[in-house]
């Protein structure tokens, strides 16, 4: 018998939370799937697989060369080694060694978030110090340079919904002072749509996660200077190992890729028509009242913001529709607003009208 939910007691879900580390992100395409099964049902060269897809991510992106590694977390903690190393064999056999003590790695402190698990970690993880830069509130240029010492071995920023967005310098003055100063760039854009922007606006290296606007498969990406990619690349004969990606992945997201490249994420526009006969549907329901938002960061997405009234707080709801089989995932993040968020990027129409009828009963 072929695996299924029941099988290993498992519910189903259907996720309206959005790209969720703890639901499994994304749901991969056909296209996908047929790559990932190509990878798992042949041998490879497993050097000249990741040499090759780089080299082919490489020129779809425009970028010197890149490398597919396991998860934008692992992207970050080996190109915190890599830039640590500098192709150091040494190094890579000893990456805690008291030897090197160019370790510093800074990061402006309204960057210093935990996205599932704190940057920090990851940073450590690769050998390196977080030397934070500015203030919780702000951070220019100038605050950035003041940090930088003899034992800088690299900046890193963080693009992301889930930094301090207000009095923040752009990647491109961060650059300016990279370059200025001779450091790398790191720029860890994991959840960022756009493939091209970062390395343009100046970034030595740029991270994506490969399953969150990609949809791939468990994956990540490191794209940048061909000599920093080749450096992640030894990291594979030490603290890599730990982080080790698949076969079956590396094609599958080498596909979601391409694939990307050519369809890009639903358009705002998308989200927006889909949902309305689900806004018209939960606004006939007593003490609901939903509307279409704009996600918080700006971003082109568009959720359904549901504020529950009545007998019922926002929180019960969001529990009680966890409770059954399928069990609904919604963003909670409002909560304590008495608003339920929906984010309908990987819900469809049949399961909108499971979610509404849910909430018939609930309420
Ligand atoms: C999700 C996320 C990561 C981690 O991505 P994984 O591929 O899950 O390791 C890193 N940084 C930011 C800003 C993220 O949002």
Not at 127 to 156: F, R, S, W
Not at 189 to 216: H, T
Not at 315 to 331: C, F, G, H, N, S
């Amino acid at each position: 018998m072929t695996i299924n939910f029941e099988k290993l007691g498992l519910k189903e879900v259907i996720n309206a939370s959005g790209r969720m580390t703890i639901l499994g992100v994304s749901k991969v395409s056909e296209n996908v799937l047929t790559a990932q099964r190509f990878g798992g049902e042949h041998f490879f060269e497993m050097s000249q697989l990741a040499i090759q897809t780089g080299a082919y991510l490489a020129k779809l992106l425009k970028v010197e060369d890149a490398q597919i590694v396991s998860s934008a977390s692992a992207g970050i903690a080996q190109s915190v080694a890599a830039l640590i190393g500098a192709g150091d064999l040494y190094h890579a056999y000893h990456p805690y060694t008291d030897k090197i003590n160019k370790r510093e790695i800074i990061l402006p402190k309204g960057h210093n978030v935990d996205y599932g698990t704190p940057v920090e970690v990851m940073v450590e993880q690769g050998g390196g110090q977080v030397i934070e830069a500015g203030y919780a509130n702000m951070c220019g240029p100038d605050h950035l340079e003041m940090m930088i010492t003899e034992k800088t071995a690299a900046i890193l920023y963080i693009k992301s919904h889930h930094t301090v967005q207000k009095s923040m310098l752009t990647v491109a003055e961060t650059a300016t002072v990279a370059k200025a100063h001779k450091i790398p760039l790191i720029v860890d854009a994991a959840a960022e749509e756009d493939l091209f922007k970062y390395i343009q606006a100046g970034a030595d290296l740029v991270i994506y996660s490969g399953a969150k606007a990609m949809e791939g498969p468990s994956a990540g990406l490191v794209i940048g200077k061909k000599e920093y990619i080749e450096w992640i690349r030894l990291q594979g004969k030490g603290i890599g190992r730990a982080m080790k990606i698949g076969k079956d992945n590396i094609l599958g997201f080498t596909q979601a890729v391409e694939d990307y490249l050519v369809h890009g994420s639903e358009a705002g526009s998308e989200m927006k028509a889909r949902m309305l006969p689900f806004i018209a549907d939960l606004n006939e329901i007593s003490d609901l009242s939903a509307e279409v938002v704009q996600d918080g960061a700006g971003r082109d997405i568009y959720r359904a913001s549901v504020k529950v009234s009545g007998e019922k707080n926002a929180k019960q709801v969001i529990e009680e529709l966890k409770e059954k089989d399928p069990a609904v995932y919604t963003r909670e993040y409002q909560a304590n607003n008495g608003i339920i968020e929906f984010d309908v990027r990987s819900v469809n129409q049949s399961e909108m009208t499971k979610i509404v009828n849910r909430l018939k009963e609930i309420m």
